[in-house]
C-alpha cells in the first residue's frame, strides 16, 4: 500500500509570495492533518480535515488555510509568505472509521518550504 | 492545555548500551500515546500506540511503557541505525481531540 505523499518536496518562494501544498492520503483514510516543523518549535498542529470539513484547528494566522477535496486528496495554502514560514510541512493521514479522530497518524516526507 | 515534555533532549548511547527515554504528559483523559521515529529531513515513522496504564508494545529493539503519567521507551543493545530523533504524542479523550508532540529526543547510537 502507498504511503501518504506530498508535493513538492521541496520549494523556494520570496517574501510577499503564496504557496500551494499538496498530500495524497494513503488509499482509504478519512483524516488527513498539517503540521509545521521548525528547529525551535518542533511539531506544530496546523488543522485536521474529515470528510472535506475542516475538523480542528491550531493557533496559526489567517494565512493558513487548506482544504480537504472529495477524494480525501488535501491542500494548504499560505498567503504573504513571511521568513518565519521557512519550515518543514508535514500531513499526515489516519483511518478515522469511527468519524472521530482516534487512530494512529502516519506521515509524508514533507515539503521543505524556503522563504527569501 | 495538554502537556508533553521529553527528556532527556539529547542521548548520546555506545552500540549495545541500553537505556530509556521519557515523555511526561499532561492531559484532560488520554485517548492514545503514539510513539514516532524520524530520521532527519523526513516525516515521523509511527512505532506504537498506547491506550492504558500498564500496557507495553515492543518492536525489535524498542519496547514502549505507559503509566498515568508518563511513558518510557526502552532501546535494548541499540545499534547505530537506531539513531534518531524519538517523539512521543498524546492524544486527549475529550475536548478538542488534538494531537499534542513533544519536542523529541535526539538518540546518537556510536559503533
Known amino acids: 500500500k502507498a504511503g501518504v505523499t506530498q508535493t513538492p518536496r521541496y520549494l523556494i518562494k520570496t517574501r510577499g509570495q503564496q504557496v500551494t501544498l499538496s498530500c495524497s492520503p494513503i488509499?482509504?483514510?478519512?483524516?488527513v492533518s498539517w503540521y509545521q516543523q521548525t528547529p525551535g518549535q518542533g511539531l506544530q498542529f496546523l488543522f485536521e480535515y474529515f470528510s472535506e470539513t475542516q475538523r480542528n484547528k491550531g493557533n496559526f494566522p489567517g494565512r493558513f488555510s487548506g482544504r480537504q477535496f472529495s477524494n480525501s486528496r488535501s491542500e494548504m495554502n499560505v498567503s504573504t509568505l513571511e521568513l518565519g514560514d521557512s519550515a518543514l510541512y508535514l500531513c499526515?493521514?489516519?483511518?478515522?472509521?469511527?468519524?472521530?479522530?482516534?487512530?494512529?497518524?502516519?506521515f509524508g516526507p514533507g515539503t521543505r518550504l524556503t522563504v527569501l | 492545555e495538554d502537556q508533553v515534555t521529553q527528556s532527556p533532549e539529547a542521548l548520546r548511547l555506545q552500540e549495545g548500551e541500553s537505556s530509556s527515554l521519557n515523555c511526561s504528559y499532561t492531559v484532560s483523559g488520554l485517548r492514545g500515546l503514539f510513539w514516532y521515529r524520524q530520521d532527519p529531513g523526513k516525516g515521523p515513522e509511527f512505532l506504537f500506540t498506547?491506550?492504558?496504564a500498564g500496557e507495553e508494545k515492543e518492536k525489535e529493539r524498542l519496547k514502549a511503557t505507559l503509566t498515568k503519567k508518563e511513558s518510557f521507551l526502552h532501546i535494548t543493545a541499540p545499534k547505530p541505525e537506531d539513531s534518531a530523533t524519538y517523539l512521543c504524542a498524546v492524544r486527549p479523550l475529550l475536548s478538542d481531540y488534538k494531537l499534542s508532540f513533544g519536542a523529541g529526543t535526539t538518540v546518537t547510537v556510536r559503533a
Open positions: 498506547l491506550y492504558s
Open positions: 499526515a493521514s489516519s483511518l478515522d472509521t469511527e468519524g472521530l479522530p482516534m487512530d494512529e497518524q502516519f
Open positions: 488509499s482509504g483514510h478519512r483524516s
